[in-house]
């Protein structure tokens, strides 16, 4: 087998794709899509995990007290270009992974040593746990309640939109620890366990009659002092942190994927079909775009610096570059979108209605516009005609 003792990025991207090319095969049914719905995917993507921990791939990029290799950021944004140049579609997992694995290792390395090799193995499978129905956008006005108690505290209330949620084990739970008044001051960051008592798990199917999400109940469910994240009533900041993950990395990583996916579709362009031309080349431009804003965002990120409120940017600029990609697509595959009903087209379908969403996952592109002209350009606050 390849040696994946290699340290430099430029080390580590060489010995990848050939290890890639030598594994071909193994990894040919990583590249199709498959039956089973969301469960299915998951249970499909556990075996790419413990493929790619096994040969130590996804183990770099992590702190090794934690069960990583050593690197940084470079190196796990490596793995997905390399993953998504050779065509293998890199799973939903790896997008928990990036939201809530660096809050982790960065706030409970114990915590993280605990879980991050068993999700890297594809044993455990987490969820991100913010969203509320009164609390999306505005997410200082969380109502999921943490009574301090003498060994932690105990929760109640209700999350929704999780991610993963009808699978997951774990929760990164963002919930109130103060007055209901005290908005972003009087929130704590909690690592639950979604197996305890008074935790109920209700699959949200939707539209496209996926179970892609989870609405999860909280009854008076003990939580354990030593699974606060971060400090108490600092919960706004571990989000804060966590925002430049979903924001940065997530963008690095549906790049990888999406370029890989517009080269598909450029080939299945017919000479002279000026629509679906047009539209491949919109949706590289943005492309392009993209990948060079993330680059320098998971440059800094590398480098221990917060990237700040310009990591909005390359949220907006994904928002867009996905819906051109899948909007070139459908253009490209029009008879496969509209008629076919094989496992490729209902994949195609499934992706683009998934497109639409990159514009509120995340935090929705209307209030990251606020953000980059509050916070980046500093624009005078404008009054509504
Ligand atoms: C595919 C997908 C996956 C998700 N996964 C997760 C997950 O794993 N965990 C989790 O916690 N949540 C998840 N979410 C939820 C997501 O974070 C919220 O949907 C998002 O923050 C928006 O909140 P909301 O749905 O309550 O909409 P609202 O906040 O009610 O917004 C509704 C509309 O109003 C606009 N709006 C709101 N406030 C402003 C403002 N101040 N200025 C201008 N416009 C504004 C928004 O842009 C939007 O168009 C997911 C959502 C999607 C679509």
Redesign the pocket.
């Known amino acids: 087998m390849t040696s994946t003792a290699t340290r430099t990025i430029a080390e580590y991207t060489i010995v990848l794709a050939a290890w890639i090319d030598e594994n071909s095969d193994n990894l040919d049914k990583f590249r199709r899509p498959v039956e089973g719905g969301v469960r299915g995917e998951v249970e499909h993507a556990r075996e790419l995990m413990a493929l790619l921990y096994e040969a130590g791939w996804s183990r770099w990029g992590w702190p090794e007290e934690i069960g990583g290799r050593g690197g940084s950021e470079l190196h796990r944004a490596a793995l997905y270009d390399g993953l998504g140049a050779a065509g293998v579609e890199i799973p939903e997992v790896f997008v928990i992974l990036e939201t809530v694995a660096p809050v982790l290792a960065h706030y409970s390395p114990e915590l993280a040593a605990e879980h991050l090799p068993a999700y890297l193995r594809g044993e455990e499978v987490w969820?991100?746990?913010?969203?509320e129905p009164e609390a999306?956008?505005?997410l200082a006005s969380v109502r999921t309640s943490a009574r301090v108690t003498d060994d932690g505290v105990l929760l109640n209330g209700q999350?929704i939109?999780?991610?993963l949620g009808p699978c997951a084990d774990y929760a990164m739970v963002l919930a109130r620890t103060g007055t209901p008044e005290s908005r972003h001051r009087g929130l704590t960051m909690l690592w639950v366990d979604l197996a305890s008592d008074g935790v109920t798990v209700r699959p949200i199917v939707a539209a496209n009659g996926r179970e892609e999400?989870a609405e999860v109940f909280f009854e008076d469910v003990h939580v354990p002092a030593e699974h606060r994240v971060g400090p108490q009533d600092g919960g706004w900041g571990v989000a804060m942190f966590l925002l430049q993950y979903e924001r940065g990395m997530y963008a690095w990583l549906r790049q990888s994927i999406l370029h890989h996916r517009l080269a598909t579709v450029a080939g299945r362009v017919r000479p002279g079909d000026t629509r679906p031309s047009r539209a491949v080349g919109e949706a590289y431009v943005l492309l392009a775009a993209l990948r060079a804003r993330c680059a320098t965002t998971v440059a800094a990120l590398a480098e221990g610096r917060n990237p700040g409120p310009v990591v909005s940017v390359d949220k907006m600029l994904l928002s867009s570059a996905e819906r051109a990609t899948f909007d070139a697509a459908r253009k490209a595959q029009f008879e496969e979108f509209v008629v076919s009903d094989d496992l490729e087209s209902t994949r195609l379908r499934d992706e683009w209605f998934y497109s639409r969403?990159a514009s509120?996952?995340?935090?929705?592109v209307?209030?990251q516009r606020?953000i980059v002209a509050q916070h980046v350009l500093r624009l005078p606050a404008g009054r509504s005609s």
């Not at 969820?127 to 969203?131: A, L, P």
């Not at 509120?360 to 929705?364: L, P």
């Open positions: 969820g991100q746990g913010f969203s999306g956008s505005d999350k939109w999780m991610t999400f969403a509120i996952f995340g935090g929705a209307d209030v606020d």
